[in-house]
């Protein structure tokens, strides 16, 4: 059978929004060009660390500069993107004035950027909303209002992942074409996991649920849990959640005593809020331990939030030890 291509998806799935499916194919035109940069680091000699940082404090990598870049000029073109909000770019980048209906881009240009150098799996992590009314800068919606969200992963194959709301679909791209092809549709996250994923050298800064949750799992099968788990961590949360989407799991990066702060450590906006959508869709679950994570009501464009998601009856026995906490 031969797989649709992004294009032909698109104009099939969105035959009455082609200003979305424009927007869809910039990006993912972007990604294309990314993971060209991304494979050829070691030649263009972008690898390595600048001596800036972000709005986050975090040192930028070249990639993350240049992955940003890509994405504002290749997208700057789409008919009815009036902002872009960037984890690289503390104010909000507006395009135009904004019109009812015109599209917000909100991305992490290069998620997991520390396996770069190390040449390991990275992403481009995006999430679209609207305008609600024209002239109203309003960029701070909860992810429930997401029309599109999605990412790039940059691994032995870039494929681009993403849900328009209902199913989640994957798009592999052929190496010598170019070509976005349909080759995983309709990914469904496992209801029921034994693997989980977390940072486990923050154990010391952990509060009494995720200390708890993460004891009884490793006690196998003679503690609470009465079975053997898995863990994973690649410190790159496009790879852990691609796992998640292709086998089930859960990935926790919760809000525990030294970054409780700041509110965790993932960005709401360009993280949480679009892989919360995508696992969702795919029929998992998304929590920040008491709210659930497309729910939350954003303050600001960089904010963080503790994040759990995963296989649907996972996140919710997580949700149970929180509630035991209190
Ligand atoms: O973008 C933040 C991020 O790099 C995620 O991709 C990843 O899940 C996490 O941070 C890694 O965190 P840590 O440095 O604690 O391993
Ligand atoms: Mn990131």
Redesign the pocket.
Known sequence: MTQRTLRRFLTQTLSDNSDLVFLIEDIAAACRIIADRVRNAPFDGDLGTTKTENVQGELQKPLDLIANDVVERVCANSPRLAALVSEEVEEVTWLKPPQKGDFVLYF?PL????NLDVNLSVGTIFSIMQITQDGQRDILRPGRNQICAGYAIYGPTTMLVFSLGQGVNGFSCHSTTGEFRLTHSNLRVPETTTEFAI?AS?QMFWDGAIQSYVADCVAGVSGPRGQYFNMR?T????A?VHRILMCGGVFL?PKDRENAAKGG??RLMY?ANPMAWIIQAAGGDATTGDTQILDVIPTEAHQRVPVILGSAQEVDTIRRYYRRQG
């Open positions: 992490d998620d997991g950027s520390s940072n923050r961590w410190a790159s949360m496009v852990e990066y450590r993932l993280e």
